[in-house]
Nanobody, 115 residues
Framework: QVQLVESGGGLVQPGGSLRLSCAAS????????MGWYRQAPGRQRELVAT???????NYADSVKGRFAISRDNAKNTVDLQMNGLKPEDTAVYYC?????????WGQGTQVTVSS
């Protein structure tokens, strides 16, 4: 069983930055890939960014150049650095992990971008 706990959400003004962190129970070395998804009100959950065990990354076009995903296998964490935030980035952000054919989700953390 994999447990994922997100933290770091909050309210930020447009153009600001936030850093989300996802802490996994146990070693994340076998969690491959890991990623961040988001869901805005009335919209489907969508991919934000993923990272493989080897460090290969993939980003949604809407966040390329603004967001950066990273993982620390020693600390069992996956972070999402979000810069240049826009109102349309407002959503609940979920950590995601794949583990031997199973898919696991965190409980989500709210990010609100508003002046």
């Amino acid at each position: 069983q994999v447990q994922l706990v997100e933290s770091g959400g909050g309210l930020v003004q447009p153009g600001g930055s936030l850093r989300l962190s996802c802490a996994a129970s146990g070693s994340i070395f076998s969690l491959n890939p890991m990623g961040w998804y988001r869901q805005a009100p009335g919209r489907q959950r969508e991919l934000v960014a993923t990272i493989t065990r080897g460090g290969n990354t993939n980003y949604a076009d809407s966040v390329k150049g603004r967001f950066a995903i990273s993982r620390d296998n020693a600390k069992n964490t996956v972070d999402l650095q979000m810069n240049g935030l826009k109102p349309e980035d407002t959503a609940v952000y979920y950590c995601n992990a794949h583990y031997f054919g199973g898919v696991y989700w965190g409980q989500g953390t709210q990010v609100t971008v508003s002046s």
